[in-house]
């Protein structure tokens, strides 16, 4: 995500809450986007973070993960969606 500065993932905690965790795009291809700024088993949220607030808890979702779109995260959607 792009925020007024700086570009962002949103970081799963073992709370399944949320923080923003701010990343640098070192390269895009073919729509992947190579990032650097977090260790690759960190959990982040892959879809539905225009919902999410620093703090936001979540809930897995139920579909199947891509494992060609995440190599290092989940899938991840807001608590109550």
């Known amino acids: 995500m792009t925020?007024?500065?700086?570009k962002f993932v949103y970081v799963v905690q073992p709370d399944n809450t949320v923080r923003?965790?701010?990343?640098?795009v070192v390269s895009i291809d073919n729509g992947m986007a190579a990032i650097a700024g977090i260790?690759?088993?960190?959990?982040v949220v892959m879809e539905g973070t225009?919902?999410?607030r620093p703090g936001g808890k979540i809930k897995e979702s139920s579909g199947?993960?891509?494992p060609a779109q995440n190599s290092g995260g989940e899938?991840?959607?807001p608590a109550g969606a």
């Open 64 to 66: 199947e993960m891509n």
């Open 20 to 24: 923003p965790q701010t990343v640098e």
């Open 3 to 6: 925020g007024p500065t700086e």
């Open 39 to 43: 260790a690759a088993d960190t959990r």
């Open 75 to 77: 899938t991840r959607t």
């Open 50 to 52: 225009q919902n999410l």
